[in-house]
């Protein structure tokens, strides 16, 4: 009788061990440039009541939050007419309480309304878990995925802007990966709805031109169509998006376009602030403004930004913006944040597609010990105890087995030393040390063997 083969839903995926050791590389980079930047590092659940998630994201959003069914008879609080009228809004309601969390940047500020009091302001956090989107999968895009954030919250200084495009700078160029960080300001993006006559839609200008990337100008002025946008709104709009020139260039024209506009200059005062500031750094990528850039989320007011390798084709793989009244939503006004999510999965996309990744990073075993049988087995362990309070990684082939199959398992494993205790070493004392990667062998006593790898 044949069985089927287990499976995993799609847009998830299983790692192994050599993905394991690559992705760690990835957030261990990450964390020490969170560290070296002042950030220090929270945890939140991995499901939230879906009274702190909905309503945060837009529409869309909403739609891709995950939602958990409520213990046992999930059906009691469902009535007959809530069956008859199919309102799905209504039946998830009473259906679920909580949902598995969309992003990282509403439970911490669901976290900083409820610990407020025991945290010291401006409050830099970073955090490094998973998250869940029910999005349709395809490449670079899907339903589980890590992020890695880094938040100040408390603070209004713009400062903290050229900050995050710092850490984003020291991080990729960690990674060597050549990047462009786009920058916008949604004060713009409002100013820009205010000039096409609909500032009553800025949701639905900054959902349509977040797909620009996506499905091109033409597809986002026939949905910016359908939401009521006139020809002549979009005939203004389009030479706004496809601005050229120097970052100056480009405010300087903005500048003028919102003359007389208070919202627009101040968005354009604070654009120039931040570009000036950062470029002062020394940056090592590019640092572009992209009028067209709008991450279609409700809650950024300021400043937003996405990274885009140079390299490679993917979506963006960090963003992030300030937020000013994020908190506001949780009862607590006058929080201004800002934060940045890298998207540690498209990462790892980029990195294995380029080979960027440092020789050695996958092997986890410095020195494997053959095993020739009982007696040169149990030597073998007491040279691995002193290789291992040495700080070295070494362990013992379980089994006596044939020799081409311990080198088969060196090789497999990437491990770098193979070192032999046979029946000879045994009674002189020593241990043969073989580079898995030239082939040159050694014999050293058994008690200089870790100097000798660790000089």
């Not at 980079?29 to 659940?45: D, S």
């Not at 996309?349 to 080979?355: C, F, K, M, P, T």
């Not at 199959?405 to 205790?421: D, G, L």
Request: glycine share 8%; with cysteine.
């Amino acid at each position: 009788m044949s069985t089927q083969k287990p499976s995993i839903p799609k847009g998830t995926r299983d790692f192994s061990p050599i993905e394991m050791a690559r992705r760690n590389y990835i957030f261990d980079t990450i964390r020490t440039a969170f560290r070296l930047y002042g950030f220090q590092q929270i945890e939140t659940p991995a499901m939230e009541n879906l009274s702190t998630l909905m309503g945060k994201y837009g529409e869309e959003g909403d739609r891709l939050l995950f939602k958990i069914l409520n213990s046992g008879d999930f059906m009691r609080s469902v009535s007959e007419q809530h069956l008859a009228e199919r309102n799905l809004p209504r039946l998830t309601s009473a259906m679920c309480e909580k949902g598995l969390r969309y992003d990282l940047t509403v439970p911490f500020a669901r976290y900083v309304v409820q610990h407020r009091d025991e945290l010291q302001f401006p409050f830099k956090r970073y955090q490094i878990q998973p998250v869940w989107r029910a999005d349709r999968p395809q490449k670079g895009r899907y339903r589980e995925f890590y992020q890695c954030d880094a938040d100040v919250v408390g603070s209004d200084s713009l400062y903290n802007e050229t900050e995050l495009i710092g850490l984003i700078d020291h991080v990729f160029a960690r990674f060597g990966i050549r990047v462009a960080i786009k920058l916008n300001n949604r004060k713009v993006l409002s100013a820009i709805a205010e000039l096409l006559g609909a500032p009553e839609k800025l949701i639905d200008l900054t959902v349509a031109i977040d797909k620009i990337d996506k499905i091109g100008i033409d597809n986002v002025n026939d949905e910016l169509r359908s939401k009521g946008f006139d020809d002549a709104a979009l005939a203004t709009l389009r030479p706004l998006l496809e601005l050229s020139g120097s970052n100056a260039e480009k405010l300087d024209t903005l500048s003028r376009v919102f003359d007389g506009n208070a919202i627009g200059t101040k968005g354009v005062e604070e654009l120039r602030f931040v570009i000036d500031t950062a470029t002062a750094q020394g940056l090592t990528a590019e640092l572009e403004l992209d009028v067209s850039l709008a991450r279609g989320l409700n809650y950024y007011t300021g400043t937003i930004l996405e990274v885009k390798a140079l390299d490679v084709e993917i979506g963006s793989i960090t963003g992030g913006g300030r937020y000013d009244n994020l908190t506001g939503v949780f009862g607590v006004d006058g929080l201004s944040g800002v934060g940045i999510s890298f998207g540690a999965d498209r990462i790892y996309d980029v990195l294995n597609q380029l080979n960027l990744y440092p020789e050695g990073v996958a092997s986890t075993t410095e020195v494997m010990m053959v095993n020739f049988g009982e007696r040169e087995a149990a030597q073998s362990l007491r040279v691995i105890a002193e290789l291992r309070r040495a700080g070295i990684s070494a362990e013992l082939y379980p089994d006596a087995a044939k020799m081409k199959k311990q080198m088969a398992y060196a090789n497999a494993k990437q491990i770098p030393w193979v070192a032999i205790i046979g029946e000879s070493e045994l009674e002189a004392g020593t241990v043969t040390i073989k580079n898995m990667t030239t082939g040159e062998q050694q014999t050293t006593v058994q008690t200089a063997l870790a100097a000798l790898l660790r000089p």
